[in-house]
């Protein structure tokens, strides 16, 4: 889209943009002001269209992973417009419609010097140039902070989109879509004809039912302890529905897969309970994916003997172990097809000032996601 584009448009100062900033956890955001310097080498100055609410975004403001880095620019699902770009960017140029990647490797860490960019542990980001009216340096979440009007990311984040296409349903590939549809093709490796359980289905968990589904799984079993979710993980693709309130569902998967339990095992949540449930409903040899971000305080007991026995495989899945640059424009093709059901991901679309009443809604287990339209 902008090959031929060499780094320019670096003459605008200072700007002051309008976000939500998390400032003491679990007190409710507050929309304000902030200031964005021009971007840097390197850097894209980006005007956010759409911005899905991940749960990660509510884990964060309630202070799951700590205060430390606080305050904080949430949001971190989001697509956007790129207004400026730093000296030496040439994958994207002003005017281009971006979706914004929390993971854009580095080329030089020794993951990615071991051809395993999807695991960099040096993701680039822009440097922390967004700063409160009072002063403070604002933390990005994930390296972006997309509920806002304008972000500044490092450019190799911005993966460019049809413009034809809606930012809404585009901005949840940047974190939720992906990371599910990549969690079943990419961490477990779902096989076709396989038989899958998924723990939890908010926007991720629904995600990983239509990953599988696209993998070819025919069984495709959704637990969750709402009925509205059930209901909604039926038309992504879930072959047969648990309800966990009403009974364990480890021996209602196990009943519905001839004793045996499934092939591959997702926990879509981030709690003890489900990830030990995740594990023990597998099959002989399964493998279990968690992508539920417990925290750091979390921990649970588990019976190794039990464990041991079962075999497979245990794994955690960062991002679905994609690589935005190969991966976003996939599911992009894959929506514009209709294989991949974004349209239906989008609950609620919302103003920026309605952020908070979109978490009360997610916790009510009211949406997927509300996705907040600038
Ligand atoms: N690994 C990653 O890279 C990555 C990326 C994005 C999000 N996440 C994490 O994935 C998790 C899900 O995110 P989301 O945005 O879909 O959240 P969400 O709040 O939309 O969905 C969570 C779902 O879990 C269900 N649930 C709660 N308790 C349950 C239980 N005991 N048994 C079964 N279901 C239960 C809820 O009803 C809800 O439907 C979060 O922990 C989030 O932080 C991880
Ligand atoms: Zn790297
Ligand atoms: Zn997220």
Same mark, same amino acid.
């Given at each position: 889209?902008?090959?031929?584009?060499?780094?320019?448009?670096?003459?605008?100062?200072?700007?002051?943009?309008?976000?939500?900033?998390a400032?003491?956890?679990?007190?409710?955001?507050?929309?304000?002001?902030?200031?964005?310097?021009?971007?840097?080498?390197?850097?894209?100055?980006?005007r956010?269209?759409?911005?899905?609410?991940?749960?990660?975004?509510?884990?964060?403001?309630?202070?799951?992973?700590?205060?430390?880095?606080?305050?904080?620019?949430?949001?971190?699902?989001g697509?956007?417009?790129?207004?400026?770009?730093?000296e030496?960017?040439?994958?994207?140029?002003?005017?281009?419609?971006?979706?914004?990647?929390?993971?854009?490797?580095?080329?030089?860490?020794?993951?990615?010097?071991?051809?395993?960019?999807?695991?960099?542990?040096?993701?680039?980001?822009?440097?922390?140039?967004?700063?409160?009216?009072?002063?403070?340096?604002?933390?990005?979440?994930l390296?972006?902070?997309?509920?806002?009007?304008?972000?500044?990311?490092?450019?190799?984040?911005?993966? &460019?989109?049809?413009?034809?296409?809606?930012?809404?349903?585009l901005? !949840?590939? +940047?974190?939720? *879509?992906m990371? =599910? @549809?990549?969690?079943?093709?990419?961490?477990?490796?779902?096989?076709?004809?396989g038989?899958v359980?998924?723990?939890?289905?908010?926007?991720?968990?629904?995600?990983?039912?239509?990953?599988?589904?696209?993998?070819g799984a025919?069984?495709?079993?959704?637990?969750?302890?709402?009925?509205?979710?059930?209901?909604?993980?039926?038309?992504?693709g879930?072959?047969?529905?648990?309800n966990?309130?009403e009974?364990?569902?480890v021996?209602?998967?196990?009943?519905?897969?001839?004793?045996?339990?499934?092939?591959?095992?997702?926990?879509?949540?981030?709690? &003890?309970e489900?990830?030990?449930?995740?594990?023990?409903?597998?099959? !002989?040899? +399964?493998?279990? *994916?968690?992508? =539920? @971000?417990?925290?750091?305080?979390?921990?649970?007991?588990?019976?190794?003997?039990r464990?041991?026995?079962?075999?497979?495989?245990?794994?955690?899945?960062?991002?679905g172990?994609?690589?935005?640059?190969?991966?976003?424009?996939?599911?992009?093709?894959w929506?514009?097809?209709?294989?991949?059901?974004?349209d239906?991901?989008?609950?609620?679309?919302?103003?920026?000032?309605?952020t908070?009443?979109?978490?009360?809604?997610?916790?009510?287990?009211?949406?997927?996601?509300?996705?907040?339209?600038?």
């Amino acid at each position: 889209m902008a090959e031929a584009a060499t780094g320019s448009g670096t003459a605008g100062g200072t700007i002051t943009a309008r976000g939500a900033i998390a400032r003491e956890v679990g007190q409710p955001a507050s929309i304000e002001e902030f200031t964005i310097d021009p971007p840097g080498p390197g850097e894209a100055l980006v005007r956010i269209l759409a911005s899905g609410v991940c749960h990660t975004d509510l884990s964060v403001k309630n202070g799951v992973f700590g205060s430390d880095f606080f305050p904080v620019l949430l949001g971190h699902e989001g697509a956007g417009v790129v207004e400026q770009v730093g000296e030496g960017v040439a994958n994207v140029a002003p005017g281009d419609h971006v979706m914004l990647a929390w993971r854009a490797p580095c080329g030089a860490c020794r993951f990615c010097l071991d051809g395993r960019p999807h695991l960099c542990a040096a993701s680039l980001n822009a440097e922390k140039r967004m700063r409160s009216m009072d002063g403070q340096t604002l933390t990005p979440v994930l390296g972006i902070g997309t509920f806002c009007t304008h972000t500044l990311v490092h450019a190799k984040q911005c993966v &460019p989109f049809d413009p034809a296409l809606p930012p809404e349903q585009l901005s !949840l590939i +940047g974190c939720g *879509v992906m990371t =599910g @549809v990549g969690a079943a093709l990419y961490s477990a490796g779902v096989k076709p004809g396989g038989s899958v359980a998924v723990f939890g289905c908010g926007g991720v968990g629904d995600s990983v039912i239509m990953g599988a589904k696209l993998a070819g799984a025919t069984k495709i079993i959704a637990v969750d302890i709402d009925p509205r979710k059930l209901e909604w993980a039926k038309g992504f693709g879930a072959t047969h529905t648990v309800n966990a309130r009403e009974g364990d569902p480890v021996a209602r998967i196990k009943e519905l897969t001839g004793g045996f339990g499934v092939q591959y095992a997702f926990e879509a949540v981030g709690r &003890p309970e489900t990830t030990e449930q995740a594990i023990f409903c597998r099959d !002989l040899a +399964g493998t279990c *994916v968690i992508i =539920g @971000v417990a925290g750091p305080k979390s921990t649970m007991e588990l019976a190794l003997g039990r464990f041991f026995d079962l075999g497979g495989i245990l794994r955690v899945s960062w991002y679905g172990d994609c690589l935005p640059t190969r991966d976003f424009p996939m599911l992009t093709e894959w929506y514009r097809q209709g294989r991949l059901d974004l349209d239906g991901m989008v609950t609620r679309v919302i103003p920026l000032e309605e952020t908070e009443e979109a978490f009360h809604a997610m916790e009510r287990g009211e949406t997927l996601r509300s996705v907040i339209r600038f």
